[in-house]
C-alpha cells in the first residue's frame, strides 16, 4: 500500500517559486542590504509571499538562499575575468558555473546560473 504524500509535500513549482523567491529575498538581504538586515523581517516577506509553505520552510530556504548567493560573490569572485568575458558577449556561463552547481545541488540548474549572473552584472559589472 502506497501513502499519498500530495496533500503534505508540495509540487516542483511551487517548490521551484518558493526557491526563486528566496533567492530574490536574500540577493535584496545581501546586495541592497535590505530588510533592515533582519532575518527576522526577511523570513516574513518570503513567508507573505509563498503563504503554501510554514515560516520554518521559508526560514529553511532563505538560508540556504543568503549561503549559496554568498558563496556565487565567492565564486564569481574567484572566476571574474572569464565571467564577465562570457557576460559582456552574452554567452552562458556554463563553461565556469559547473563546479557552483555541483556544490549547491539543493537549487535547480537555472537558479544556481542565475545566481552567477546576477553576480557578474552587480558585482562587477556595474
Known amino acids: 500500500m502506497t501513502t499519498d504524500t500530495s496533500a503534505t509535500e ?6 521551484h517559486d518558493l526557491q526563486t523567491k528566496a533567492l530574490a529575498t536574500a540577493q535584496r538581504f545581501v546586495d541592497y542590504e535590505g530588510y533592515e538586515q533582519s532575518e527576522t523581517r526577511a523570513v516574513s516577506a518570503l513567508a507573505r509571499r509563498c503563504p503554501e509553505f510554514t515560516k520554518d520552510e521559508c526560514r529553511s530556504w532563505f538560508l540556504r538562499a543568503v549561503e549559496v548567493h554568498r558563496a556565487g560573490i565567492d565564486y564569481v569572485r ?3 575575468t572569464r565571467a564577465c568575458e562570457l557576460y559582456e558577449n552574452r ?7 559547473e ?11 537555472d537558479l544556481a546560473i542565475g545566481v552567477l549572473m546576477w553576480v557578474v552584472f552587480w558585482h ?3
Do not use: C, G, N, T
Not at 91 to 97: F, G, N, S, T
Open 10 to 15: 508540495p509540487s516542483r513549482a511551487a517548490l
Open 78 to 80: 574567484a572566476h571574474a
Open 91 to 97: 554567452q552562458p556561463l556554463d563553461e565556469i558555473a
Open 99 to 109: 563546479s557552483f552547481i555541483r556544490e549547491h545541488a539543493a537549487f535547480p540548474r
Open 124 to 126: 562587477h559589472m556595474k
